[in-house]
């Protein structure tokens, strides 16, 4: 499969500097549209797919290593929420194509927006920005698709990081910066986390979002929580923000503001954070928690 782009520097070549029409051209180009089907997720870094030969293939994602060896199970579990109703992918390969193991090493694109309309283009347009985001564009642009890459994507999360194997480098810079911005976000927050009078409960979560959300909303909310474990960026807060109006919500804003929180996308945060560290336990269920804090405040979320 032809590379989407070229905006590395290879060993013993020159940087060439040009304006940005020129630097569109050179570096987003048509490629192969193939489609590649997920059949099962192995761990957090193996995938195994349905080719368009027909064949199953095992697919090593590339570039990319653990956090740390106990982050393992979590980056698995993020990878298998992101891929949850995304079965087709776009893999992008490097030089060395397969492991000693004769696996597939890739770099594995998934779509971004689950509503999104599959192009049935046989060429299309690729664009890799600094984020990880790929946007596909057929002969108009306003049927593009976006895909990410699921290899920044796990980094992003902060659960896996960048890692060299030569002679796979096609996005080591760019695999490596991510590392160094989800490192640093992280740090941030735990930062904020230990100076700050945050909402540590899932009951005192609880409590503040029964001010606006029904009971069926309430379950909604927090099976979503469940489901995008991990994952504190800018872009969920967003998505949360918009789902149930929070930053319309005065009577929650003024809640958090009382603990010295204003901004909507960091009370989002903090109940996705706490959310986190009480259904980390697999094996606690949701109603029966929010039972518990039904039981102990005695009475039902507001209907309002």
């Known amino acids: 499969m032809k590379r989407p782009l070229k905006?590395?520097?290879?060993?013993?070549?020159?940087?060439?500097?040009?304006?940005?029409?020129?630097?569109?051209?050179?570096?987003?180009?048509?490629?192969?549209?193939?489609?590649?089907?997920?059949?099962?997720?192995?761990?957090?870094?193996?995938?195994?797919?349905?080719?368009p030969s027909g064949d199953e293939e095992t697919i090593r994602l590339t570039g990319i290593e653990a956090a740390r060896p106990d982050l393992e199970a979590k980056a698995e579990a993020?990878?298998?929420?992101?891929?949850?109703?995304?079965?087709?992918?776009?893999?992008?390969?490097?030089?060395?194509?397969?492991?000693?193991?004769?696996?597939?090493?890739?770099?594995?694109?998934a779509v971004h927006r689950r509503d999104a309309r599959w192009l049935a283009v046989n060429r299309v347009t690729m664009h890799f920005d600094r984020d990880g985001l790929m946007e596909y564009w057929g002969a108009d642009k306003d049927d593009g698709l976006q895909y990410r890459c699921l290899n920044a994507e796990l980094i992003r999360s902060g659960f896996a990081r960048a890692a060299v194997f030569p002679p796979n480098v096609l996005y080591q810079k760019q695999l490596l910066t991510l590392t160094r911005e989800a490192q640093e976000r992280r740090r941030k927050e735990v930062e904020a986390t230990r100076k700050s009078d945050v909402p540590r409960d899932l009951e005192e979560c609880y409590r503040a979002l029964k001010l606006r959300l029904r009971q069926p909303e309430l379950v909604?909310?927090?099976?979503?929580?469940?489901?995008?474990?991990?994952?504190y960026d800018a872009g969920l807060g967003n998505r949360l923000r918009d789902w149930w109006g929070l930053s319309q919500d005065s009577e929650l804003r003024q809640y958090f503001q009382g603990l010295g929180i204003a901004d909507p996308l960091d009370i989002s945060r903090i109940i996705l954070t706490s959310f986190h560290r009480h259904l980390n336990g697999r094996d606690i269920r949701l109603n029966?928690?929010?039972?518990?804090?039904?039981?102990?405040?005695?009475?039902?979320?507001s209907g309002d």
Not at 21 to 37: E, G
Not at 79 to 92: C, F, N, V, W
Request: aromatic content about 8%; hydrophobic content about 40%.
């Open 7 to 51: 905006w590395r520097s290879r060993p013993g070549g020159r940087i060439l500097l040009v304006g940005i029409s020129a630097l569109l051209i050179t570096l987003v180009r048509p490629v192969d549209a193939a489609t590649y089907v997920l059949q099962e997720v192995i761990d957090y870094r193996t995938l195994v797919v349905l080719a």
């Open 78 to 109: 993020y990878l298998r929420t992101i891929l949850r109703g995304h079965d087709q992918l776009k893999l992008e390969f490097d030089r060395q194509q397969r492991d000693g193991r004769g696996r597939l090493l890739a770099y594995v694109w």
């Open 220 to 231: 909604a909310f927090m099976n979503t929580a469940e489901e995008e474990l991990g994952r």
């Open 288 to 301: 029966e928690q929010m039972q518990a804090c039904q039981k102990k405040d005695g009475n039902t979320p």
